[in-house]
């Protein structure tokens, strides 16, 4: 059996599925479909599920944010956040001005797990990604959906 392509999700497209304009849940909604239904292997930052556990607390309430994250592990992989990760990312964030320590994170996460995309709605906020960035219109453009849902 093959490899399936290994997408880290930003907690952007994370957000953007649950509290995003029509257009947002949209796309999103379908990229994260993509690893539901093994299309492709979702990953997600353990750092990145704080964020929307909290964001979606505040838009939906807690009970209702906790049962979304646990649907989200359901086919989303945890990355790594080992110490030499945390360290590698602390010193990029550091020296990369307008850097935030969440992408870098982000981004040395999806580079010590080998991810082969990092999936965001910010691209911009990770020009200095070894592991390429797309949006997720772009994922699904590489992965159409089975189902047709974008």
């Excluded at 490899?3 to 880290?8: C, E, F, G, I, Q």
């Excluded at 989200?72 to 020296?95: G, N, Q």
């Excluded at 001005?97 to 870098?104: I, M, S, T, W």
Aim: hydrophobic share 50%.
């Amino acid at each position: 059996m093959d490899k399936l392509v290994d997408a880290m999700f930003d907690s952007t497209v994370v957000l953007g599925a649950h509290l995003g304009d029509a257009a947002h849940r949209a796309v999103c909604s379908a990229a994260l479909a993509l690893a539901e239904e093994g299309v492709i292997q979702g990953w997600i930052c353990s750092h990145s599920l704080c964020e929307i556990a909290e964001t979606l607390a505040r838009a939906l309430g807690q009970p209702q944010a906790l049962r979304e994250l646990a649907g989200l592990r359901s086919y989303l992989r945890l990355a790594s956040a080992r110490e030499t990760i945390v360290d590698a990312a602390l010193s990029r964030a550091l020296s990369t001005q307008g850097l935030g320590l969440d992408d870098a994170l982000l981004v040395a996460s999806a580079s010590a797990d080998n991810a082969d995309y990092i999936v965001t709605l910010n691209a911009e906020d990770l020009t200095h990604s070894a592991v390429p960035v797309v949006t997720p219109q772009q994922l699904l453009e590489r992965f159409p959906p089975k189902t047709g849902a974008a």
